[in-house]
């Protein structure tokens, strides 16, 4: 799942997987359906503020090519020391 970045004041998503934290899901609850994991299936159109960070597994309107940016996770920085060649 691509972690994204809300870089305007907020983003709307209407369908897709999210992947949030508890925090994040305790606000958005009436909006979601719980897959595990910290996944949730977005049923009703859900916001998210600037700078908020999210999981977001699905298409991405237009739209929202400059809203949210790609994150880069601990997961994407460790894998770039292992590709560093010494």
């Known amino acids: 799942m691509k972690q994204y970045l809300v870089t305007v004041f907020w983003v709307n998503l209407h369908t897709g997987i999210v992947e949030l934290t508890n925090k994040q899901y305790q606000s958005r609850q009436h909006c ?17 503020k600037k700078g908020e960070t999210f999981g977001y597994d699905g298409e ?6 400059k809203d949210m940016v790609p994150c880069k996770t601990e997961a994407s920085k460790e894998k770039k020391k ?5």
Do not use: W
């Not at 292992?82 to 010494?86: A, E, L, Q, T, W």
């Open 32 to 48: 979601l359906k719980s897959l595990g994991d910290n996944k949730y299936e977005i049923l009703k159109s859900v916001q998210f």
């Open 60 to 65: 991405l309107a237009k739209v929202h090519g």
């Open 82 to 86: 292992d590709d560093v060649k010494v």
